[in-house]
C-alpha cells in the first residue's frame, strides 16, 4: 500500500485505541477517510440487534435516517452476509434508503466482533459518481474499517 494509506492506517488505530470522546473520534475517522479516497460522504454507525446508529460523519451534512432498523437498506444486506456490499449506481438497486439525492454510488463495510459471528458497525462511503469503487478503494475501506476495529470495542 502507498506510505499515505498506511500512514493513515497508523494513524486510525492510534486513534481508535486513544478512548475517550467517541463521537469526535468516528468524526475524524470519517474525515481520514474520506480525504484517502476525496469521497463526498463517509459514516461511521453502530450496529445492535434491531437499530443501526450514527456516530460520526464527514461530508456536505447529516444523513437523512441517523437511525434505522438494522433489516433496512444496503447496510442490512451487509450486516445479514456479514460482507462488504457495493451498489455502483444506487439508482437500480431498490435495497437503497436514499440518504442523500445527490449519492450514485455507495459502499458498506461491515466491522465484525472478534470471532467473526456479529457485526458491531459499519463504514459507509458515498460518492456522487457511478461506479465510484476500485478495487483498490474497496481495499483501502476495508483496511481501515479494521484498524479502527478499538472504536466499536473500547465503547
Given at each position: 500500500?502507498?506510505?499515505?494509506?498506511?500512514?493513515?492506517l497508523?494513524?486510525?488505530?492510534?486513534?481508535?485505541m486513544?478512548?475517550?470522546?467517541r463521537?469526535?473520534?468516528?468524526?475524524?475517522?470519517?474525515?481520514?477517510?474520506?480525504?484517502?479516497?476525496?469521497?463526498?460522504?463517509?459514516?461511521?454507525?453502530?450496529?445492535?440487534?434491531?437499530?443501526?446508529?450514527?456516530?460520526?460523519?464527514?461530508?456536505?451534512?447529516?444523513?437523512?435516517?441517523?437511525?434505522f432498523?438494522?433489516?433496512?437498506g444496503?447496510?442490512?444486506?451487509?450486516?445479514?452476509?456479514?460482507?462488504?456490499?457495493?451498489?455502483?449506481?444506487?439508482?437500480?438497486?431498490?435495497?437503497?434508503?436514499?440518504?442523500?439525492?445527490?449519492?450514485?454510488?455507495?459502499?458498506?463495510?461491515?466491522?465484525?466482533?472478534?470471532?467473526?459471528?456479529?457485526?458491531?458497525?459499519?463504514?459507509?462511503?458515498?460518492?456522487?459518481?457511478?461506479?465510484a469503487?476500485?478495487?483498490?478503494?474497496?481495499?483501502?475501506?476495508?483496511?481501515?474499517?479494521?484498524?479502527?476495529?478499538?472504536?466499536?470495542?473500547?465503547?
Amino acid at each position: 500500500m502507498p506510505i499515505v494509506v498506511n500512514n493513515t492506517l497508523n494513524e486510525i488505530r492510534s486513534l481508535a485505541m486513544s478512548g475517550g470522546d467517541r463521537p469526535a473520534q468516528a468524526k475524524r475517522l470519517a474525515e481520514l477517510i474520506r480525504k484517502l479516497g476525496e469521497y463526498r460522504w463517509v459514516g461511521i454507525y453502530d450496529v445492535r440487534p434491531e437499530l443501526v446508529s450514527i456516530i460520526g460523519w464527514s461530508g456536505p451534512s447529516a444523513p437523512e435516517y441517523p437511525e434505522f432498523p438494522a433489516s433496512k437498506g444496503l447496510t442490512g444486506s451487509a450486516i445479514q452476509q456479514k460482507k462488504m456490499v457495493i451498489a455502483g449506481d444506487v439508482r437500480t438497486d431498490p435495497r437503497y434508503l436514499t440518504a442523500f439525492a445527490s449519492t450514485l454510488s455507495e459502499i458498506i463495510v461491515p466491522v465484525l466482533a472478534p470471532g467473526g459471528d456479529r457485526v458491531i458497525g459499519t463504514v459507509d462511503v458515498e460518492s456522487e459518481l457511478a461506479n465510484a469503487f476500485s478495487e483498490r478503494d474497496q481495499q483501502m475501506i476495508d483496511h481501515c474499517a479494521q484498524a479502527a476495529l478499538p472504536l466499536w470495542l473500547l465503547r
